[in-house]
């Protein structure tokens, strides 16, 4: 794989981006070359985000998706895409033990381009705020997928009636080191995993997928928390039960099942488990701080998405939301895809300091607020509006 190389050892311990390069027993990874303009949260795990403006295309290239991990990437010496094996096994008829190219050969392939975001994007902006990685806006992308429906595997291998949840395991490593021991492992309901855009994928983008979003395989759950969709992908566990493997319970992925003020301690039994995400957008042209000529018109885009639904309109304000202004939405190429929104404004009278504010409604008219939303303790659902700096001169 072309992103990989640099020779850690050569760089300072301390320095944030020196331990970025390491990955485990002496192989490197340097994230910060394999995407470049992203910004590094974390070094251990690697967890990275896309300023809005380098999200403006409306497939996300590969070197510009987000990087979410709870572990250490597995060791690419260990991983050889050939004998690569996925195991599905627990409550069904007909276990399975897959091969990539078992999946190639024996199953429909489709190509999608879907929106994956985590669930803790946005976690920066509430108050009292939360522990975990400080996601502004940019824990989120639409690249193209290519894959296998997970329904198709599923099927083969024979559901049982006693089957209610998937639990998903990758070859990622504990940051204690301890093999026995997973990083994450979360699953969706069985109603979820059937449905037609949930895919078991080993391409983004007509390529194989880059090491640190989970190569050689991966889930994509569309419109879910991204801590669905699992990275090197190796056994999906049908289970008779809520899955109940690492992140699952607790504070984990879940939020109050009512509302709750601003820091209060939610006991574990009321919590439930995040599903769709809610309606969101993205200012991605122009980048943030821009200077524009007043005397002539401006375009301003985005995207807009909205979990398990459609966006049905987009508005901006220049005014710090006193007054909105319609801006024109394209469909989603195909469901889970986020939908291109742009507006040309006219010529502004004032020269001067402006924001952009964007604001989507989803097709149940829910939009996004002007603040944060309900306050969890981990900071999970902030779809609040996105704003950028303008000035008009
Ligand atoms: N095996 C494994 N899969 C994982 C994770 C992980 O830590 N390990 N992180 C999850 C989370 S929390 C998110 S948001 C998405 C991020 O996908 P990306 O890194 O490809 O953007 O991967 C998910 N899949
Ligand atoms: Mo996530």
């Known amino acids: 794989m072309a992103s990989m190389g640099a020779a850690s050892a050569l760089l300072p311990a301390s320095s944030l981006l020196a331990d970025a390069i390491y990955s485990q027993q002496g192989e490197t990874i340097d994230p910060a070359q394999s995407k470049p303009g992203l910004t590094l949260l974390g070094d251990r795990p690697v967890n990275m985000e896309t300023p809005p403006h380098l999200l403006d295309d409306d497939i996300t290239p590969s070197e510009r998706l987000f990087v979410r991990n709870n572990g250490l990437l597995p060791d690419e010496k260990d991983i050889n895409i050939h004998d690569w094996t996925l195991e599905i096994d627990g409550e069904v008829e007909n276990p399975l033990s897959l091969s990539i190219n078992d999946l190639k050969s024996q199953f429909k392939v489709v190509t999608k381009r879907m929106v994956i975001e985590c669930g803790g994007n946005g976690r920066r902006f509430f108050t009292p705020g939360a522990s975990g990685n400080q996601w502004t806006f940019g824990a989120v992308g639409c690249p193209e997928w290519t894959g296998v429906r997970l329904r198709d595997v599923l099927n083969a291998a024979k559901l049982k009636p ?73 056994r999906i566990w049908v289970r008779d039960q809520i899955h109940d493997g690492p992140k699952m319970g607790g504070k984990s992925y879940r939020v109050p099942a009512y509302p709750v003020p601003p820091g209060t301690k939610v006991p574990d039994e009321d919590m439930k488990i995040i599903e769709s995400m809610p309606v969101k957008s993205l200012i991605t042209y122009p980048k943030t701080g821009t200077k524009i000529n007043r005397a002539e018109t401006t375009t301003i885009r985005g995207h807009a998405w909205a979990g398990d639904i459609a966006v049905q309109s987009v508005d901006i304000s220049l005014n710090f939301g006193a007054t909105w202004i319609p801006t024109k939405l394209s469909p989603a190429v195909n469901k889970y895809a986020w939908q291109r929104w742009s507006v040309e404004i006219p010529p502004l009278h004032q020269a001067g300091y402006y924001e952009i504010w964007a604001r989507a409604t989803d097709n149940n008219g829910v939009a996004q607020p002007p603040t944060t939303p309900g306050w969890n303790p981990k900071g999970y659902l902030n779809n609040m509006q996105h704003r950028i700096a303008m000035f008009a001169l």
Do not use: F
């Open 162 to 234: 006693s089957a209610v949840y998937t639990g998903h395991y990758g070859a990622d490593i504990h940051l204690s080191g301890d093999p026995e021991k997973a990083p994450l492992s979360r699953g969706v309901p069985i109603s979820k995993a059937i449905e037609e855009h949930s895919m078991i994928v080993w391409a983004m983008n007509g390529e194989d997928l880059p090491l640190l979003n989970g190569y050689p395989l991966r889930l994509i759950i569309p419109g879910w928390p991204g801590s669905c969709s699992q990275k090197w992908l190796t």
